[in-house]
């Protein structure tokens, strides 16, 4: 066994987007090419020497592989002890965790999140920092720098660790230490929610739920907190176990991909509640008897509801939300008196505002809801925190939901994403935007005038650092929005996302079905950003 010192040429490729660096398998599979961006990682994270970091993935394919190769480099870097999650499967969320409560110095985690898997699918590497949080911009920025000139890295010519085996091993001077992270992660949920009438709901038999695993990450996680310490009956966790290609389930829980539960949702005998999660068990999916939960709704809820949550009851320091969220949580803020807070999208804009106490939940529109409990959004935590309202309320999902409109009026909401699209039109349709924004202003679509136009920026209002160019906001009088913008983690071509926004008070027009409700919004965003004459696209990839 010794170390090695290998050497490698720069990949021009490696700028990290949304969220960590996202790629084919087959990107990945190159020679040197996982090697060279870890080695960029550990060579700008600063003194690494004896310290501890955490290491899993979402179990997808390469997973394994890649584990080994990170394991390897670890030692050879000086990193003192490796946890790994066992059989290499560790949540999102649960990296987080263990993070903050082990004090470590990071973790690294390997997975395409809500991405399709296999051979043919794709992988991806995230780094998250001492706070349990993703590297902020500047970091992955100063990671990509990096990769740019690496001529070298540092590997140990050891025999593979057994992955399956609770315990420690050694590689060196490092000890890989392969840990239960179940565990942790049920015992913090048990703090937050109140488990006693949890499991009393369950034990009523007046109330059902099936919980989708997408056969991603969240599979042994959800069984043991659902079926073992709340009592569910066994069934109710289903694709619950965590295969290399998801058992060919595209493990993004929305309405189109999450089929299975979502014909379980609208059938006959269809169940009380129902959820699920993505890859990396960091999204959520919230569904009633024949009734869907918008994310963004999903976060107002939680937050107008917090105080029957034992772990929130003390009340909320503030919400915070992706700018393309809507804005129902806005209107909960102001209800409770806090301050709601507009980001750009992606959980990492989130950190600061954790860490200086300022927000306690938050949310993304992309199905993704967390809170202070940790510096990532947390699918399993949202579902929970779900469950909790509805033994505390007695009452469906579809009425909470109700009478929360009732109560604050309904932010009708969707996104239209089209995917695959040539990337020069897409930035094409983007630059148009951008040039149109002054001739907007003051403009009239129908009844809709333009109040305000802009490309979103960014001052984090802790420590000043702006992000600009973040999405085209067409804002009209009234509280109705067209948000444009590219997405960060797609790796075929570009993928424009259209969210559309329209503020309903009149409670006899709220139940309206929601693509009706925005019919003139679409038109108008199709006029706007010259949708089909600039992609050629009829209609979007994914309506969520
Ligand atoms: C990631 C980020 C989220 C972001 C989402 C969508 O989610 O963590 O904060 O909202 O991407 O990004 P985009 O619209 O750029 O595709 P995940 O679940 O993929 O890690």
């Known amino acids: 066994m010794s170390i090695q010192k290998v050497s490698t040429r720069p990949f021009k490729d490696q700028r990290p987007g949304t969220s960590g660096l996202r790629k084919k398998v087959t990107t990945f599979q190159q020679p040197h090419y996982l090697e060279n961006f870890i080695q960029s990682i550990f060579d700008v994270i600063g003194e690494i020497k004896g310290k501890t970091i955490v290491l899993g993935g979402d179990g997808r394919f390469h997973n394994k592989e890649a584990l080994q190769i990170i394991i390897k480099m670890a030692a050879a870097n000086g990193i003192g002890?490796?946890?790994?999650?066992?059989?290499?499967?560790?949540?999102?969320?649960?990296?987080?965790?263990?993070?903050?409560?082990?004090?470590?110095?990071?973790?690294?985690?390997?997975?395409?999140?809500?991405?399709?898997?296999g051979p043919k699918g794709?992988?991806?590497?995230?780094?998250?920092?001492?706070?349990?949080?993703?590297?902020?911009?500047?970091?992955?920025?100063?990671?990509?720098?990096?990769?740019?000139?690496?001529?070298?890295?540092?590997?140990?010519?050891?025999?593979?660790?057994?992955?399956?085996?609770?315990?420690?091993?050694?590689?060196?001077?490092?000890?890989?230490?392969?840990?239960?992270?179940?565990?942790?992660?049920?015992?913090?949920?048990?703090?937050?929610?109140?488990?006693?009438?949890?499991?009393?709901?369950?034990?009523?038999?007046?109330?059902?739920?099936?919980?989708?695993?997408?056969?991603?990450?969240?599979?042994?996680?959800?069984?043991?907190?659902?079926?073992?310490?709340?009592?569910?009956?066994?069934?109710?966790?289903?694709?619950?176990?965590?295969?290399?290609?998801?058992?060919?389930?595209?493990?993004?829980?929305?309405?189109?991909?999450?089929?299975?539960?979502?014909?379980?949702?609208?059938?006959?005998?269809?169940?009380?509640?129902?959820?699920?999660?993505?890859?990396?068990?960091?999204?959520?999916?919230?569904?009633?008897?024949?009734f869907f939960v918008t994310p963004?709704?999903?976060?107002?809820?939680?937050?107008?509801?917090?105080?029957?949550?034992?772990?929130?009851?003390?009340g909320l320091s503030g919400i915070a939300r992706s700018m393309p969220t809507s804005m129902a949580a806005d209107r909960v803020a102001e209800a409770l008196g806090i301050q709601c807070y507009e980001t750009p999208t992606g959980w990492k804009f989130f950190g600061n505002l954790l860490d200086a106490g300022k927000v306690t939940l938050c949310g993304e529109e992309s199905f993704g809801t967390g809170s202070d409990h940790m510096r990532e959004k947390d699918g399993l935590w949202a579902v929970l925190f779900w469950l909790n309202l509805l033994a505390a309320k007695e009452e469906p999902v579809k009425k909470i939901v109700q009478d929360h409109w009732r109560k604050f009026g309904r932010n009708f909401y969707s996104r239209h994403d089209y995917e695959g699209l040539e990337p020069d039109s897409a930035?094409?349709?983007?630059?148009?935007?951008?040039?149109?924004?002054?001739?907007?202003?003051?403009?009239?679509?129908?009844?809709?005038?333009?109040?305000?136009?802009?490309?979103?920026?960014?001052?984090?209002?802790?420590?000043?650092?702006?992000?600009?160019?973040?999405?085209?906001?067409?804002?009209?009088?009234?509280?109705?929005?067209?948000?444009?913008?590219?997405?960060?983690?797609?790796?075929?071509?570009?993928i424009l996302r259209v969210y559309l926004e329209r503020y309903e008070i009149d409670t006899e027009r709220q139940d309206q079905d929601t693509q009706e409700a925005l019919s003139d919004l679409i038109i108008i965003a199709n006029n706007i950003a010259q949708i089909h004459t600039r992609t050629g696209r009829d209609m979007p990839s994914v309506i969520t």
């Open 296 to 314: 963004s709704d999903s976060l107002a809820i939680l937050a107008a509801n917090a105080d029957l949550v034992p772990g929130y009851s003390g």
């Open 81 to 117: 002890r490796t946890m790994v999650g066992l059989g290499g499967i560790l949540s999102t969320p649960a990296a987080s965790c263990v993070i903050r409560k082990h004090n470590l110095l990071g973790g690294i985690i390997l997975s395409a999140s809500h991405n399709p898997g």
């Open 427 to 494: 930035n094409g349709l983007m630059d148009h935007l951008r040039e149109s924004l002054t001739c907007l202003m003051g403009k009239y679509f129908g009844n809709y005038e333009v109040e305000i136009a802009d490309d979103f920026s960014y001052t984090d209002p802790v420590d000043g650092s702006l992000s600009t160019g973040q999405g085209i906001r067409i804002i009209f009088r009234g509280a109705s929005r067209i948000v444009f913008r590219l997405s960060g983690t797609g790796t075929e071509g570009a």
């Open 122 to 290: 794709d992988f991806g590497v995230k780094y998250n920092v001492e706070n349990g949080g993703p590297s902020p911009g500047h970091v992955t920025e100063s990671f990509y720098r990096r990769s740019l000139e690496i001529n070298t890295y540092c590997f140990f010519d050891a025999p593979d660790v057994d992955l399956e085996q609770l315990g420690e091993n050694r590689i060196g001077d490092m000890v890989v230490e392969i840990f239960d992270s179940v565990a942790d992660y049920a015992g913090l949920m048990e703090r937050l929610f109140d488990f006693d009438r949890m499991k009393e709901l369950f034990s009523s038999g007046k109330f059902s739920m099936v919980y989708d695993g997408m056969n991603a990450v969240t599979g042994p996680y959800a069984r043991a907190i659902f079926e073992g310490r709340l009592g569910a009956p066994l069934g109710t966790v289903i694709n619950g176990d965590p295969l290399p290609d998801f058992g060919g389930i595209h493990p993004d829980p929305n309405l189109k991909h999450a089929r299975e539960l979502v014909e379980i949702m609208n059938s006959e005998n269809a169940p009380d509640f129902g959820a699920a999660s993505d890859g990396d068990g960091d999204r959520n999916m919230i569904l009633g008897r024949r």
